[in-house]
Protein backbone atom coordinates (compact mmCIF):
# COMPACT_ATOMS: atom_id res chain seq x y z
CA UNK A 1 0.00 0.00 0.00
CA UNK A 2 1.35 3.00 -1.13
CA UNK A 3 0.46 4.91 2.12
CA UNK A 4 1.51 2.32 4.77
CA UNK A 5 2.99 3.81 7.65
CA UNK A 6 3.79 1.90 11.00
CA UNK A 7 1.02 1.33 13.36
CA UNK A 8 -0.58 4.22 15.05
CA UNK A 9 -1.79 4.76 18.66
CA UNK A 10 -5.55 4.26 19.10
CA UNK A 11 -7.40 7.49 19.82
CA UNK A 12 -11.59 7.56 20.34
CA UNK A 13 -13.77 7.04 18.03
CA UNK A 14 -17.25 7.79 19.06
CA UNK A 15 -18.89 6.84 15.65
CA UNK A 16 -17.54 3.08 15.93
CA UNK A 17 -20.41 1.21 16.57
CA UNK A 18 -22.17 3.08 13.66
CA UNK A 19 -18.88 3.19 11.22
CA UNK A 20 -19.31 -0.90 11.86
CA UNK A 21 -23.06 -0.94 11.15
CA UNK A 22 -22.70 0.91 7.63
CA UNK A 23 -19.59 -0.99 7.08
CA UNK A 24 -21.58 -4.81 7.34
CA UNK A 25 -23.92 -3.63 5.72
CA UNK A 26 -22.23 -2.41 2.85
CA UNK A 27 -20.00 -5.40 2.55
CA UNK A 28 -20.49 -7.63 -0.44
CA UNK A 29 -18.93 -10.87 0.48
CA UNK A 30 -19.25 -11.84 -3.61
CA UNK A 31 -16.71 -9.43 -4.16
CA UNK A 32 -14.21 -10.67 -1.82
CA UNK A 33 -11.48 -12.96 -3.42
CA UNK A 34 -13.03 -16.44 -3.21
CA UNK A 35 -10.33 -17.75 -1.07
CA UNK A 36 -10.37 -15.98 1.74
CA UNK A 37 -14.54 -15.24 1.84
CA UNK A 38 -13.86 -17.43 5.05
CA UNK A 39 -11.76 -15.04 6.75
CA UNK A 40 -13.76 -11.99 5.73
CA UNK A 41 -17.22 -13.59 6.55
CA UNK A 42 -15.69 -14.74 9.96
CA UNK A 43 -14.92 -11.25 11.33
CA UNK A 44 -18.18 -9.90 10.91
CA UNK A 45 -19.09 -11.87 14.29
CA UNK A 46 -15.84 -9.93 16.03
CA UNK A 47 -17.72 -7.13 17.55
CA UNK A 48 -14.67 -4.98 18.41
CA UNK A 49 -13.52 -4.97 14.88
CA UNK A 50 -14.24 -5.19 10.86
CA UNK A 51 -12.56 -5.53 8.22
CA UNK A 52 -11.99 -2.36 5.88
CA UNK A 53 -11.27 -4.05 2.24
CA UNK A 54 -8.79 -7.03 1.47
CA UNK A 55 -6.78 -8.82 -1.49
CA UNK A 56 -6.04 -12.62 -1.65
CA UNK A 57 -2.74 -11.56 -3.66
CA UNK A 58 -2.45 -12.02 -6.91
CA UNK A 59 0.66 -13.98 -9.54
CA UNK A 60 0.46 -12.38 -12.87
CA UNK A 61 3.07 -14.55 -14.86
CA UNK A 62 1.71 -14.08 -18.45
CA UNK A 63 1.00 -11.27 -20.90
CA UNK A 64 -3.14 -10.97 -21.05
CA UNK A 65 -3.36 -12.93 -18.03
CA UNK A 66 -6.32 -11.33 -15.71
CA UNK A 67 -4.95 -9.24 -13.26
CA UNK A 68 -7.11 -10.48 -10.62
CA UNK A 69 -6.45 -14.35 -11.14
CA UNK A 70 -6.38 -16.93 -8.22
CA UNK A 71 -4.03 -19.26 -10.11
CA UNK A 72 -1.36 -20.25 -8.31
CA UNK A 73 2.55 -19.41 -10.66
CA UNK A 74 2.96 -22.01 -12.84
CA UNK A 75 5.07 -25.36 -11.92
CA UNK A 76 8.17 -24.91 -13.08
CA UNK A 77 7.70 -21.14 -14.01
CA UNK A 78 11.25 -18.84 -14.88
CA UNK A 79 10.18 -15.70 -15.90
CA UNK A 80 9.45 -12.49 -13.68
CA UNK A 81 6.08 -12.35 -12.40
CA UNK A 82 4.05 -9.08 -11.34
CA UNK A 83 2.80 -9.81 -8.07
CA UNK A 84 -0.02 -7.60 -6.73
CA UNK A 85 -0.02 -7.45 -2.71
CA UNK A 86 -2.04 -9.33 -0.62
CA UNK A 87 -3.66 -7.71 2.39
CA UNK A 88 -6.44 -7.42 5.07
CA UNK A 89 -7.43 -3.65 6.43
CA UNK A 90 -9.30 -3.85 10.12
CA UNK A 91 -10.95 -0.90 11.86
CA UNK A 92 -10.69 -1.87 15.52
CA UNK A 93 -12.39 -0.89 18.40
CA UNK A 94 -11.02 1.14 21.24
CA UNK A 95 -11.49 -1.05 23.81
CA UNK A 96 -9.73 -3.91 25.80
CA UNK A 97 -10.69 -6.78 23.50
CA UNK A 98 -10.21 -4.52 20.31
CA UNK A 99 -6.37 -3.57 21.77
CA UNK A 100 -6.06 -7.16 22.69
CA UNK A 101 -6.78 -8.01 19.00
CA UNK A 102 -4.58 -5.29 17.75
CA UNK A 103 -1.61 -6.95 19.95
CA UNK A 104 -2.57 -10.34 18.15
CA UNK A 105 -2.44 -9.01 14.67
CA UNK A 106 0.93 -7.18 15.35
CA UNK A 107 2.36 -10.72 16.16
CA UNK A 108 1.38 -12.04 12.72
CA UNK A 109 4.94 -10.84 10.55
CA UNK A 110 6.28 -12.61 12.98
CA UNK A 111 6.11 -15.87 10.61
CA UNK A 112 8.38 -13.85 8.46
CA UNK A 113 9.38 -10.57 8.82
CA UNK A 114 11.15 -9.43 5.32
CA UNK A 115 7.64 -10.46 3.76
CA UNK A 116 4.71 -9.48 6.44
CA UNK A 117 4.26 -6.28 7.33
CA UNK A 118 1.86 -5.02 9.69
CA UNK A 119 0.84 -0.81 10.18
CA UNK A 120 -1.74 1.56 9.38
CA UNK A 121 -2.55 2.68 6.07
CA UNK A 122 -3.30 6.85 5.70
CA UNK A 123 -5.56 6.88 3.28
CA UNK A 124 -7.54 3.98 5.80
CA UNK A 125 -7.14 6.56 9.12
CA UNK A 126 -8.63 9.17 7.20
CA UNK A 127 -11.63 7.26 6.71
CA UNK A 128 -11.54 5.11 9.27
CA UNK A 129 -9.62 5.74 12.87
CA UNK A 130 -7.88 3.33 14.48
CA UNK A 131 -7.22 1.40 11.28
CA UNK A 132 -4.66 -1.56 10.83
CA UNK A 133 -3.51 -3.48 7.89
CA UNK A 134 -1.56 -6.54 7.51
CA UNK A 135 -0.03 -7.21 4.24
CA UNK A 136 2.53 -9.56 2.03
CA UNK A 137 4.87 -8.27 0.49
CA UNK A 138 8.48 -8.63 0.13
CA UNK A 139 10.36 -5.23 2.47
CA UNK A 140 11.64 -3.97 -0.03
CA UNK A 141 8.05 -3.31 -1.91
CA UNK A 142 6.36 -2.88 0.92
CA UNK A 143 5.07 0.71 -0.10
CA UNK A 144 4.04 -0.59 -3.40
CA UNK A 145 0.40 -1.99 -3.94
CA UNK A 146 2.53 -4.21 -6.83
CA UNK A 147 6.15 -5.27 -7.54
CA UNK A 148 7.79 -7.30 -10.14
CA UNK A 149 9.49 -10.45 -8.39
CA UNK A 150 11.93 -12.76 -9.62
CA UNK A 151 10.48 -16.02 -9.47
CA UNK A 152 12.49 -17.83 -6.40
CA UNK A 153 10.97 -14.10 -4.38
CA UNK A 154 7.70 -14.94 -6.23
CA UNK A 155 7.12 -18.53 -5.09
CA UNK A 156 8.41 -17.69 -1.60
CA UNK A 157 5.47 -15.01 -1.47
CA UNK A 158 2.98 -17.45 -2.84
CA UNK A 159 4.14 -19.11 -0.15
CA UNK A 160 4.17 -16.77 2.92
CA UNK A 161 0.85 -15.63 1.50
CA UNK A 162 -0.64 -19.03 1.67
CA UNK A 163 0.19 -19.40 5.28
CA UNK A 164 -0.88 -15.74 6.01
CA UNK A 165 -4.08 -16.52 5.56
CA UNK A 166 -3.67 -19.49 7.75
CA UNK A 167 -2.35 -17.65 10.64
CA UNK A 168 -5.49 -15.28 10.04
CA UNK A 169 -8.02 -18.09 10.08
CA UNK A 170 -6.28 -19.72 12.99
CA UNK A 171 -5.88 -16.11 14.92
CA UNK A 172 -10.01 -15.29 14.14
CA UNK A 173 -10.98 -18.86 15.50
CA UNK A 174 -9.26 -17.81 18.59
CA UNK A 175 -10.74 -14.59 18.53
CA UNK A 176 -14.33 -16.20 18.87
CA UNK A 177 -13.80 -18.77 21.24
CA UNK A 178 -11.97 -15.93 23.68
CA UNK A 179 -14.34 -15.27 27.23
CA UNK A 180 -15.73 -11.17 26.87
Known sequence: ????????????????KKDRRDALAELDLDSIDEPIVDIVAGFRAVPHCFTLQ??????????????RSLDPI?????????YRIAYIGFCLEN??????????LAR?????????????AD?????HVNSYALQVEPVAHQLKDEAVLDPGEALHTQRVRDFFFGELRALLSAELRAPD
Open 54 to 67: SCYGHFVCAPGQDP
Open 74 to 82: PRGYAGRVR
Open 95 to 104: SRRGRALRES
Open 123 to 127: WFWKR
Open 108 to 120: VPAIDPGYIQFGS
Open 1 to 16: METFVAPKPFVEHPRY
